[in-house]
T-cell receptor, first 110, second 118 residues
C-alpha cells in the first residue's frame, strides 16, 4: 500500500539552527513527493515537491531530495527563523490521490 | 497562482443541525475536488472525491448520507454535514485539481473550515 512516515514532533529549535525533518514512504507505482506547511489556523500550503527520483525540491531555503534507494524525502533548512514555526506534512501522490504523514510541529524560538 | 477558497472559515452549530461548507476554485476550473478531514494534531484523511456533474466517491468508512457532497459546477463543490454531532467537530479541507492535461494532477488546497458542534 501507500503510506508516509515522518518523524514525530514536536521539534523546538533556536533561531538559525539547522533543521531536518525525516520522511520515508512506501508506495506502489511512481509517486510524486511533497512537503506542505500549515501555519496556525490556516490550510495547507505547498512548500516544495519532487516528481521523480533524484529530483531536489527547494523553496524559501527549504530543500528535500527524492531518494528512491532509501525511499526518503527528508526536509532540511540550514538556518530556521521564528516565522518558520508551523506544522510540516510530508505527502506522496499516486495517480490522483494524496497520502499524508501525521505532521511534525516545529517551534523556533528567538 | 491557483487559489481555492472555503466558506465559512469557521462555524459553530448545535447538535442535530446541518452545516454546508463551500469550496471554490477562484481562478481556474476544477473537474475534481477532494474533501479531507483533519483531527487535532493528526494528518489529513481523504473523505471523498467529487467530480463535476457526477456522484462523489467516498472513502471506506465515510458515511455518504451524513456527508453530502455536491459538485454542480467547475468552480464549486459543497460538503453538507447533516445532523451534526460533537464527534463531527473537525477541520475540513478541500482541494481542487486543475483541469487540463498540462497541469494533470496539480491540486491546490483551500484554507480549511473549522466546524465545532455543541
Amino acid at each position: 500500500g501507500n503510506s508516509v512516515t515522518q518523524m514525530e514532533g514536536p521539534v523546538t529549535l533556536s533561531e538559525e539552527a539547522f533543521l531536518t525533518i525525516n520522511c520515508t514512504y512506501t508506495a506502489t507505482g511512481y509517486p510524486s513527493l511533497f512537503w506542505y506547511v500549515q501555519y496556525p489556523g490556516e490550510g495547507l500550503q505547498l512548500l516544495l515537491k519532487a516528481t521523480k527520483a533524484d529530483d531536489k525540491g527547494s523553496n524559501k531555503g527549504f530543500e528535500a531530495t527524492y531518494r528512491k534507494e532509501t525511499t526518503s524525502f527528508h526536509l532540511e533548512k540550514g538556518s530556521v527563523q521564528v516565522s518558520d514555526s508551523a506544522v510540516y506534512f510530508c505527502a506522496l501522490r499516486v495517480s490522483d490521490q494524496f497520502y499524508f504523514g501525521t505532521g511534525t510541529s516545529l517551534t523556533v524560538i528567538p | 497562482g491557483a487559489v481555492v477558497s472555503q466558506h465559512p472559515s469557521w462555524v459553530i452549530c448545535k447538535s442535530g443541525t446541518s452545516v454546508k461548507i463551500e469550496c471554490r476554485s477562484l481562478d481556474f476550473q476544477a473537474t475534481t475536488m477532494f474533501w479531507y478531514r483533519q483531527f487535532p494534531k493528526q494528518s489529513l484523511m481523504l473523505m471523498a472525491t467529487s467530480n463535476e456533474g457526477s456522484k462523489a466517491t467516498y472513502e471506506q468508512g465515510v458515511e455518504k448520507d451524513k456527508f453530502l457532497i455536491n459538485h454542480a459546477s467547475l468552480t464549486l463543490s459543497t460538503l453538507t454535514v447533516t445532523s451534526a454531532h460533537p464527534e463531527d467537530s473537525s477541520f475540513y479541507i478541500c482541494s481542487a485539481r486543475v483541469a487540463g492535461a498540462s497541469s494533470y494532477n496539480e491540486q491546490f488546497f483551500g484554507p480549511g473550515t473549522r466546524l465545532t458542534v455543541l
